[in-house]
C-alpha cells in the first residue's frame, strides 16, 4: 500500500502539503517550549518549518492533527540512505514530536504513530527503510515523560553530548595541513569518505547514485567553501569536517539557565561569551566529521584540538558565541584548551516490535546534530 492509503485509516491526521500548512506547523513548533532542569533551549525554525528538513534530505514528511485549521500535534519523518554493514538501506530520523491538548489527540497521536511504525516497511514510500533514529535532550521532561508512555519502543542506542566551544585559553599547535575540500579531487575525498566508514554504523552514502558531500554543499543554507576542511599529514587526509551555521533554517534561543550554575552562566553571557536569557544562541557546527581509521589516540586528539580552534576562530570571527560538536559516551574528546559547555542528549532507535539495538557495534553512528 502506499502512504495515502495507510492515512486513511486516521483520517484525522494530515499530511502537510501547502505553504500555508507548512506555516501553521511552524508557528506551532515555535511556541512549544521544552522544560528542564538544565540548560533550557527553545528551537524555532524558519523561514518555514520545512528548510531545516529539506536541509536533511529531499523525501521527508510532516504529520500533523488540529481542528479548524489549527495545529495542535506534529511530527515528522526524515529518509536518508545509509550504509549499514556494507548494505545500502535506508534509515528514518523521527522529530520534531509535539501534542497538546493530550486528552483530546493523546490517543489518536499513539495509535498513529504505533501503526506507522508497525505497518513501515508495507507502505511502499517506507518499504527500504530499516532504522529509526530519534534524539531527545536529556534534561527534556515533557519528552521523557512521553517517552515512558509510549509503546513504540524507544531503545537507547549512544548517550552524547552537545559540546560548546566558547573561548580558548592555551595555543593548539599546527600538527596538520589544512586545505579546502575544493584543492582535492571529488573522487579522493569521496575515496577517503567510503573508506574511514567502513566500522560506522548507519555510514553516509557517498556514490555516484547519492553523495552526500555534494548534497550538504548545495542544500545547505550559507554553507561556505572555505568551511569545507580536510587535515592532511604526509601519509594523507588524517580528517576532514564541515564547519556549518544553520541560523538560516533554525535558531536556538536560551529560555534560561541551570539553578545550580546560574551565576556562572550570568557571568559568561555578560562578557558575551554567551547569550542572555531570551537571546539567540549562534553556534558553528562541526559536521561531516570523519577521521581516518586507524588514527593512533593522540593524533587523533591532535586532530581534533586543530579542527576545534579552526572552527572556534572562525566563529568568533563571524561574531557568533562559538564552535559546537557532538561527543559520543566512549568517544570523548580532551578539549582541555577550551572553556566549554555541554547540553547530554541521547541517540534512540525506535522500533515497537523489536530491540534493534544488538544490530550494532560499539562504534559511532554517523548522525548529525546540527540536522535536529
Known amino acids: 500500500m502506499d502512504l495515502a492509503e495507510f492515512l486513511r485509516q486516521f483520517p484525522e491526521v494530515r499530511l502537510v502539503r501547502s505553504e500555508a500548512e507548512d506555516e501553521r506547523v511552524r508557528e506551532f513548533f515555535n511556541s512549544a517550549p521544552m522544560k528542564g532542569e538544565g540548560l533550557g533551549l527553545l528551537y524555532r525554525r524558519r523561514p518555514h518549518f520545512?528548510?531545516?528538513?529539506?536541509?536533511?534530505?529531499?523525501?521527508?514528511?510532516?504529520?500533523?492533527?488540529?481542528?479548524?485549521?489549527?495545529?495542535?500535534?506534529?511530527?515528522?519523518?526524515?529518509?536518508?540512505?545509509?550504509?549499514?554493514?556494507?548494505?545500502?538501506?535506508?534509515?528514518?530520523?523521527?522529530?520534531?514530536?509535539?501534542?497538546?491538548?493530550?486528552?483530546?489527540?493523546?490517543?489518536?497521536?499513539?495509535?498513529?504513530?504505533?501503526?506507522l511504525l508497525t505497518q513501515l516497511q508495507q507502505i511502499d514510500e517506507f518499504a527500504q527503510v530499516r532504522y529509526l533514529l530519534t534524539a531527545l535532550m536529556k534534561q527534556n521532561e515533557i519528552a521523557h515523560a512521553a517517552l515512558a508512555r509510549s509503546p513504540l519502543g524507544y531503545h537507547l542506542l549512544r548517550r552524547y553530548r552537545m559540546v560548546n566551544l566558547l573561548r580558548r585559553w592555551g595555543p593548539v599547535p599546527n600538527t596538520f595541513q589544512v586545505r579546502r575540500w575544493a584543492e582535492l579531487a571529488h573522487s579522493e575525498l569521496k575515496t577517503f569518505y567510503q573508506r574511514?566508514?567502513?566500522?560506522?554504523?548507519?555510514?553516509?552514502?557517498?556514490?555516484?547514485?547519492?553523495?552526500?558531500?555534494?548534497?550538504?554543499?548545495?542544500?545547505?543554507?550559507?554553507?561556505?567553501?572555505?568551511?569545507?576542511?580536510?587535515?592532511?599529514?604526509?601519509?594523507?587526509?588524517?580528517?576532514?569536517?564541515?564547519?556549518?551555521?544553520?541560523?538560516?533554517?533554525?535558531?536556538?534561543?536560551?529560555?534560561?539557565?541551570?539553578?545550580k550554575l546560574r551565576w556562572a552562566y550570568l557571568f559568561l553571557a555578560a562578557i558575551k561569551v554567551l547569550p542572555r536569557e531570551n537571546e539567540e544562541l549562534r553556534l558553528l557546527y562541526v559536521t561531516s566529521l570523519v577521521l581516518r581509521e586507524g588514527l593512533s589516540p593522540g593524533l587523533r586528539q591532535k586532530a581534533m584540538r586543530q579542527i576545534a580552534r579552526i572552527a572556534s576562530a572562525r566563529a568568533r570571527q563571524r561574531r557568533m558565541h562559538g564552535a559546537t560538536l557532538a561527543e559520543f559516551e566512549g568517544n570523548e574528546y580532551d578539549l582541555r584548551p577550551f572553556i566549554t559547555?555541554?547540553?547530554?542528549?541521547?541517540?534512540?532507535?525506535?522500533?515497537?516490535?523489536?530491540?534493534?539495538?544488538?544490530d550494532f557495534s560499539g562504534q559511532i553512528p554517523a548522525f548529525e546534530m546540527g540536522l535536529v
Open 50 to 115: 520545512r528548510s531545516l528538513l529539506d536541509a536533511h534530505s529531499e523525501r521527508h514528511f510532516v504529520f500533523y492533527v488540529g481542528d479548524d485549521g489549527t495545529v495542535e500535534g506534529a511530527g515528522t519523518l526524515v529518509l536518508r540512505p545509509a550504509l549499514q554493514h556494507g548494505k545500502k538501506i535506508d534509515v528514518g530520523y523521527l522529530g520534531d514530536l509535539r501534542v497538546e491538548n493530550i486528552r483530546r489527540w493523546g490517543k489518536l497521536w499513539r495509535n498513529f504513530y504505533s501503526g
Open 196 to 259: 574511514n566508514q567502513t566500522q560506522t554504523p548507519l555510514a553516509w552514502v557517498v556514490d555516484d547514485e547519492h553523495d552526500e558531500l555534494r548534497h550538504r554543499l548545495q542544500n545547505w543554507p550559507g554553507v561556505r567553501p572555505e568551511d569545507a576542511l580536510v587535515l592532511s599529514d604526509s601519509s594523507g587526509v588524517v580528517a576532514s569536517c564541515l564547519l556549518w551555521d544553520p541560523s538560516a533554517v533554525k535558531a536556538m534561543v536560551v529560555r534560561n539557565y541551570p539553578k
Open 341 to 358: 559547555q555541554k547540553t547530554d542528549l541521547e541517540l534512540y532507535l525506535v522500533d515497537p516490535r523489536r530491540n534493534p539495538v544488538p
